[in-house]
């Protein structure tokens, strides 16, 4: 009876651990819709002079917030609403930052 005891405990703990792992390669939604996002912009050609986000943004979203360069990162998160994973601060005049929510959760930026 120890035996097969042992056997369940031995599997149980395999289970977690591969649960564990795969939810390490995981990535985050918001990376994930990072990269269709990057995608999207670099596809438009370069004459083009305005764009619809609703065009570009290959993922749900209702609202959208845009910080002009140097808006420092708890600024962002006081404004969004809550801290999520670690937003870099912009490092320049050319960098802003816009992120996007679905239901009042960051879904991109």
């Known amino acids: 009876m120890k035996s097969k ?8 703990i395999g289970v977690i651990c591969i649960a564990i792992f795969i939810n ?4 985050d939604l ?8 990057e995608e999207e912009v670099l596809s ?7 764009i619809n986000l609703s065009d570009v943004t290959p993922f749900d979203w209702d609202v959208v917030y845009s910080f ?6 708890d600024y962002i998160y006081e404004t ?3 801290k999520w994973d670690t937003i870099s601060e912009t490092v320049n005049e ?7 929510l679905k239901d009042g959760k960051v879904v991109c930026y």
């Not at 005891?5 to 149980?12: D, E, F, Q």
């Not at 002009?68 to 990162?73: E, I």
């Open 5 to 12: 005891k042992r056997v369940w405990i031995i599997v149980a």
């Open 94 to 100: 050319g960098m802003n930052q816009i992120v996007f």
């Open 24 to 27: 390490l390669l995981k990535k």
């Open 68 to 73: 002009k360069p140097y808006t420092p990162k």
């Open 44 to 50: 438009i050609g370069q004459s083009v002079e305005a």
């Open 80 to 82: 969004v609403g809550y």
């Open 30 to 37: 918001w990376d994930e819709n990072e990269v269709l996002l």
